[in-house]
């Protein structure tokens, strides 16, 4: 049977206009997360850390030391040395694909800095205020922009470059970056404000990981019993949770011993232990810190 030159390709199968239509919002609405976070992160610059001399981490913290030494602008020093890491970013760091968002979101931020400086004045020369409240507003747009899938330049191009190319892990070229920041901070500026500037990472750091991992906080769960059923059904219908049923094994007696996983949220976890105390006495419970628990019964997967 002779095939048919000229038969027409089959036609890909096109997706639903909602499921187009979401994603297309989808899209709009992690851009406007990235420009927002991004805008924060200005907003900690001018307002807090720029007046009061405080160098943060990365591109941001040698566009400050420049400001200091030479006079030139925060915003402006912070995109040009951003140029060369960008185009090193897309040929050996992942491409336009991981780049585009890491563009816009660092153009919105240097943009902001430079025309919201003249017009936001310091809002406080106290080290505490100044060293908390930026560091929870920079962390706060951090954590905006990352969740969106977009990144703050910098320091991240360069880990991700070097990951690439050699295997260098991001902690560690983010540690040294951050470091030979921070002397040449202290330095220009004093042992003080570099110490200042510390506080600020950690206090950024901490936001960004509440922004990252929410408020809720979450706990998983295994229990190994050989009342196994009645936990079960006790979970299910009293804490009113879900679980999933684990073929293990038994390292010693080699027998199989099913293991009970289940997600609950940190107030009950007292109850869990109650449960399964009253059930099973000698039951093996394990409970762990979940960073984020995502389905049916906690946070949804809209606008993730």
Not at 2 to 19: G, I, S, V
Not at 128 to 147: F, Q, S
Not at 194 to 220: H, I, K, N, P, W
Not at 251 to 263: D, E, F, K, N
Request: hydrophobic content about 50%; charged content about 15%; proline content about 4%.
């Amino acid at each position: 049977m002779k095939r048919n030159r000229f038969r027409r390709p089959e036609k890909r199968a096109r997706r639903p206009w909602r499921e187009r239509l979401l994603a297309v919002w989808r899209i709009l609405w992690e851009y406007l997360l990235i420009a927002l976070g991004s805008v924060l992160v200005a907003l900690a610059a001018d307002l807090f850390l720029i007046p009061n001399q405080v160098v943060s981490g990365g591109v941001v913290g040698v566009a400050t030391i420049l400001h200091y030494t030479v006079g030139t602008p925060v915003g402006l020093v912070t995109l040009l040395i951003n140029i060369p890491l960008f185009v090193a970013g897309i040929l050996w760091g992942g491409g336009w694909r991981a780049g585009v968002r890491t563009i816009f979101g660092v153009a919105v931020m240097s943009l902001a800095i430079d025309a919201l400086q003249p017009y936001l004045p310091r809002v406080t020369a106290d080290p505490l205020l100044y060293t908390l409240y930026g560091g929870l507003l920079d962390g706060l747009g951090v954590g905006l922009v990352l969740r969106a899938g977009g990144t703050t330049g910098g320091v991240d191009i360069i880990a991700r470059v070097l990951y690439h190319l050699r295997g260098t892990r991001f902690g560690m070229t983010i540690l040294t970056a951050n470091i030979l920041i921070l002397g040449t901070a202290a330095l220009v500026f004093g042992v003080e404000p570099a110490l200042y500037a510390l506080l600020v990472t950690y206090v950024s750091s901490q936001m960004v990981d509440l922004v990252q991992e929410g408020l809720a906080r979450t706990r998983s769960c295994f229990i190994i019993s050989t009342q196994h059923e009645a936990i079960r059904q006790a979970i299910l219908t009293r804490l009113e949770r879900g679980v999933t049923v684990l073929h293990g094994e038994g390292g010693y007696t080699g027998q199989p011993r099913p293991v009970l996983l289940c997600a609950v949220a940190q107030y009950e976890v007292t109850r869990l232990k109650r449960v399964v105390q009253e059930i099973d006495p000698t039951a093996f419970v394990i409970v762990s810190p979940a960073s984020e628990v995502l389905g049916e019964g906690f946070k949804g997967w809209v606008g993730r």
